[in-house]
């Protein structure tokens, strides 16, 4: 039974019965049967990339509507790095904190704030467990819950630190609560995110029991109301910013692994690369490695689709305003320290979850995988993607598994009513030639 929260949804009416999706899924979670996409949530891992190449929108994220915000006495928003890339000629990141203001916001705490303590934490951690070496970020969503699945043995290098995203939320209630008095429940925590990930990790967080995250707003959302309230914000606003270089550069995939100050990380980013590099760990290709990050979009956060701008031309956005940027401003000092205890490393064990398991025992194990080779080889192997499966073996798993029958592959069915109509052409001709005997005699 599946125990995870999903965002990325499916609109059976939308959706046509194509096959762009289940090419593109990287965990092979999608199927389409009877004219229609099926996801089977075991298998996802809400990356998004179906959203992406859906041409008939039958994909979508679920988020919050803005009209969450109003649901609380006080809110906080809590802006992504990647936020600030969307804007053209931006030169200053108190313009979007103050236009959150205007927006109806009562307070604004920088998520790149957080990132900051974060990787001044993650630096520390690399130094103190060195045998854990190279330790895999676990700021993104989707990878943690890639890795849970399909990469058990890379579990002990996951990094045991919440994302920024949940340490900015713990100290914006912390602060919230300590300027206004107000019970926790009467405040509402809003992040504004770039990707359908967060969201999941918001409704089922991986690493602590709850979120403090109370609502989760899309980027494509928040976009177009900014426009309209930055025109109201000062040409020369105050300085509220607390964050520099190092958080906000987190928008883009190499920011975190930049804030560390070595040079022995690898950056990946796009799920399929993810994929890739994450199969070489398991062969311990990697022997020099201290961190690797990995992005499930392309380009990092920037590339997540609830975004609007060009991810390549957002990262660009993102490097021209942090040029004049200090390195960083947050710090853990003891005061921050002391706001920060508890918030910053798991308080869960990331268990494996073995959802790809054939059978509930080693020996209906075996038995389902001698039949996939044997099934396998009879399939002609041109993952042509007409059974509704996105490759041969996949349909061969299905099979196994019970969810799919030899007929779906259409080669498969071709040659069944080959044979077919040749024997009842032979029973025809030998019917014939037994009658024209019969008529001789």
């Not at 268990?351 to 059978?359: A, I």
Request: with cysteine; net charge negative.
């Amino acid at each position: 039974m599946d125990k995870f929260y999903h965002s990325v949804r499916l609109d059976e009416d939308l959706c046509k019965g194509c096959i762009n999706c289940i090419k593109r899924c990287p965990t092979q979670a999608i199927r389409v049967q009877d004219g229609k996409a099926r996801i089977n949530k075991k298998f996802c891992i809400d990356c998004g990339a179906c959203i992406r190449v859906c041409p008939h929108h039958a994909k979508h994220a679920v988020y919050d509507p803005l009209e969450e915000m109003n649901r609380f006495q006080y809110t906080v928003a809590l802006p992504a790095p990647s936020l600030y890339s969307q804007f053209n000629n931006l030169d200053d990141i108190n313009i979007v904190l103050h236009a959150l203001l205007h927006m109806g916001f009562d307070d604004v705490f920088e998520v790149s704030a957080a990132a900051e303590l974060v990787s001044e934490a993650t630096r520390s951690y690399i130094t103190e467990h060195e045998e854990q070496l190279p330790l895999i970020s676990t700021a993104c969503p989707s990878v943690v819950r890639l890795i849970r699945v399909r990469f058990p043995n890379l579990i002990p290098h996951l990094l045991p630190l919440n994302p920024p995203v949940e340490v900015a939320a713990g100290l914006a209630v912390k602060r919230a609560m300590e300027r206004t008095g107000l019970a926790r429940e009467d405040i509402g925590i809003c992040f504004i995110s770039p990707c359908p990930s967060k969201v999941t990790y918001a409704k089922s967080p991986i690493g602590t029991e709850k979120s403090e995250i109370d609502c989760v707003l899309a980027i494509k959302d928040v976009y177009p109301q900014l426009l309209k309230y930055m025109k109201q914000v000062d040409e020369d606003p105050e300085n509220i910013s607390i964050s520099g270089k190092i958080g906000i550069s987190w928008g883009h995939n190499g920011g975190e692994a930049g804030g560390l100050f070595t040079e022995s990380y690898l950056a990946a980013d796009g799920i399929e690369n993810v994929i890739r590099v994450l199969e070489d760990m398991e062969d311990q290709k990697f022997t020099d490695l201290k961190f690797v990050e990995l992005d499930a979009c392309s380009g990092g956060c920037v590339g997540g689709v609830l975004t609007v701008e060009n991810p390549y031309v957002a990262e660009v956005k993102l490097k021209h305003l942090r040029k004049y940027m200090p390195v960083a401003r947050s710090h853990m000092d003891a005061e921050t320290e002391e706001k920060a205890e508890g918030l910053l490393p798991w308080t869960e064990n990331v268990e494996y979850e073995p959802v790809y398991n054939l059978g509930e025992s080693m020996m209906e194990s075996f038995a389902r995988l001698s039949r996939i080779e044997a099934l396998s080889k009879q399939l002609p192997g041109l993952d042509c993607g007409a059974c509704g499966a996105p490759s041969c073996r996949a349909l061969a798993e299905d099979i196994a598994r019970g969810e799919a029958k030899e007929e779906d592959c259409v080669y498969v069915m071709k040659e069944r009513m080959q044979k077919l109509l040749e024997k009842q052409k032979r029973e025809k001709s030998e019917n014939a030639d037994e009658n024209t005997g019969e008529n001789t005699v």
